[in-house]
């Protein structure tokens, strides 16, 4: 195949387009900002789950409060009933006065019991309360941190994307320069090889960087300039300038 020299040094810009393309699509895919986000909204998740847990023991705990505190209120009130009845000195059955008193002291250590369990249990709420305060401060500061990798994120997108605009443009204005059969066979090589050409700078490929042998760059040397070049290692379009070093 024959070209222009001038279009095939014209592929080499076409090629160093598709090549910062390339990086940007990589670049895309590995944004550290990508990384953070993730892992943002990964501690957002862990923090709201501590906070959903911590909000349900609290609520067991205050229903188990209320109950105790309703169980002591009944429990002081039959007192209160059963000593107003022992004071008022209207039972005359000795046997009805000491069963009586007998309920009174036992009513008086159920009271002592479940008043020992309600200060347990609300000293054990207090300490709940407090995990709950740090679980929700701790998801205050998990969904900033969210926040700030988020737009931290959308910033380099919107970065990138002005960038690939440009060089999608300036791609768009390379194409037409160049013949269709060179376009062709250069297209067709960056399809497999991820690079379609490359500049031979001081006899060695600029895509596989090896150093040409000697027998390549006599032949490379003895084509006719207008004659398209191929790298024997890598196959990529070989164009020759004075830098070559032929």
Request: proline share 2%.
């Amino acid at each position: 195949m024959n070209a222009d020299p001038a279009a095939q040094r014209r592929l080499l810009e076409l090629a160093e387009v598709d090549a910062e393309l390339a990086r940007m699509t990589h670049r895309r895919r590995t944004l550290p900002e990508l990384a953070e986000t993730e892992q943002a909204e990964h501690d957002v998740r862990a923090e709201r789950d501590a906070v959903v847990s911590a909000e349900t023991t609290v609520g067991d705990l205050d229903r188990d409060v209320r109950k105790l505190e309703a169980e002591i209120d009944q429990v002081r009130a039959r007192e209160e009933r059963d000593r107003g009845l022992l004071d008022s000195g209207s039972i005359s059955s000795g046997k009805q006065l000491e069963d009586l008193q007998h309920e009174l002291a036992t009513l008086t250590r159920r009271q002592s019991t479940l008043e020992d369990e309600l200060l347990e249990l609300m000293e054990r709420r207090e300490a709940t309360g407090a995990d709950l305060d740090r679980s929700r401060a701790a998801l205050a500061d998990a969904e900033e941190r969210l926040a700030d990798a988020a737009r931290r994120r959308d910033e380099a997108l919107a970065d990138l994307d002005t960038a690939e605009s440009r060089r999608i443009e300036e791609r768009a204005g390379l194409v037409p320069q160049l013949p269709e059969d060179l376009l062709a066979l250069y297209e067709r090589i960056r399809e497999h090889k991820g690079t379609g050409a490359a500049l031979l700078r001081q006899r060695r490929c600029g895509a596989c960087r090896l150093e040409l042998d000697r027998t390549a760059i006599a032949q490379l040397r003895d084509a006719p300039a207008e004659s398209v070049q191929r790298c024997e290692e890598c196959g990529v379009v070989l164009v020759r300038t004075a830098e070559s070093g032929l």
